[in-house]
């Protein structure tokens, strides 16, 4: 099973859209070339799609095939430790301990807590892995209700969640539940991890020039065969009064050896009786986030943090996100919606970035 709710089938082939229009013009000009190529290797797993671009020589099939198998293995380890929807994960096994003395993870596992934990410290809780119950209540989860109705009293769950209810033992490594009940839910951070991972794969293999995308997180090394750093797209989404949303090409980037990710409520969200439910939770009310914030994009040297930092100014919402962006120094960008007005000039959105993505801009004129 996915790490996460598998994306809808629009939602996966418009990202692959989105990316394969960022590299197209590398990929025509050295496609021909038989010295000289883009390698491209795609797929599912977690619950999404994945896509890398590796700027090469000629590769043999052999040497295709071991790069294959590595990129596989990269992403199913990942979802063998942090999935959610599989029982065998040592995340499962984790939420089904009660038991008061440490519990060992991996490596992998443990670097994912404590990202998370750091980013949830700065966020006073935006950011908070232990609100896998209200995910699962709230129908989002694995184990989901039939109807999407949420939970009638998101009080009830409250001393479950929190994220000082975990305690790390960087030692063990291992961590600790303060009382028994609490579940951990990583698909807001894993995806960042992943990317990471098949980045670092991708350099043991002896490549600095690629492009790793999984579920719309980046990540950027090196540069293309013509010494062009890529490129890469923020997606607009717009907003219709009549309830549904255009997607489109909003900003392109230069990525120069950095990591990028996006957390927003106009991909993955269920629509009932005409009211729009993020799946993202906000830890502090139990309920799916609702402000005018429509998408974060954040850029980092290492995707798992882009992912964290994203989540967490998401929950928080257009000012309170981007006063703790501007405070911590983030590269971020925000759009946030606006009344459509009939005017097309801001075709009804809002943006803001920080200073430190201001310099990200300079770099690229669009």
Sequence with gaps: MPLVNPLPLSVRLFLGCVLLLCVALT??????DPEYSVIEFQG??????????????????????????????????????????????????????NGVIPFALSSETFTVFEVAQSVARSSKGALDITVAPLVEEWGFGPGGAQEFSGPSNTKGF???????????????????KSISGVKCDLSAIAKGFAVDEVARGLRD???????????????????????????????????????????????????????????????NYVE????????????MTGRPVKHSLASVTVIHEMAVWADAWATAL???????????????????????????SGSETDNGIEVRFTPEFAVQLQGHRN
């Design 27 to 32: 990929a025509y000009r050295y496609g021909r």
């Design 158 to 176: 409250q001393s479950r969640i929190g994220f000082e209810k975990l305690k790390l033992f960087p030692n063990g490594p291992a961590v600790s």
């Design 272 to 283: 009932r009786e005409g009211e729009r439910y993020s799946h993202t939770i906000d830890p």
């Design 205 to 267: 293999l002896g490549f600095e020039n690629f492009l790793v995308e999984i579920g719309g997180e980046l990540k950027a090394s090196g540069t293309h065969l013509n010494g062009q750093i890529w490129r890469v797209a923020i997606e607009a989404p717009i907003f219709q009064e009549d309830g549904f949303t255009r997607r489109k090409v909003h900003r392109v980037l230069d990525l120069n050896n950095q990591a990028m990710a996006t957390s927003g409520d106009y991909r």
């Design 44 to 97: 599912n797993s977690m619950g999404t799609t994945w896509l890398v671009k590796i700027a090469t020589g000629a590769l043999p099939k052999s040497e295709q095939e071991k790069i294959s198998k590595t990129l596989k293995y990269s992403l199913s380890k990942v979802d063998s430790l942090m999935s959610t929807w599989r029982e065998d994960s040592e995340l499962s096994k984790f939420n089904r301990y």
């Design 314 to 340: 998401n929950v928080l919402g257009p000012d309170a996100g981007y006063n703790l962006a501007r405070k911590e120094k983030l590269s971020a960008y925000f759009i946030s919606r606006q009344p459509i």
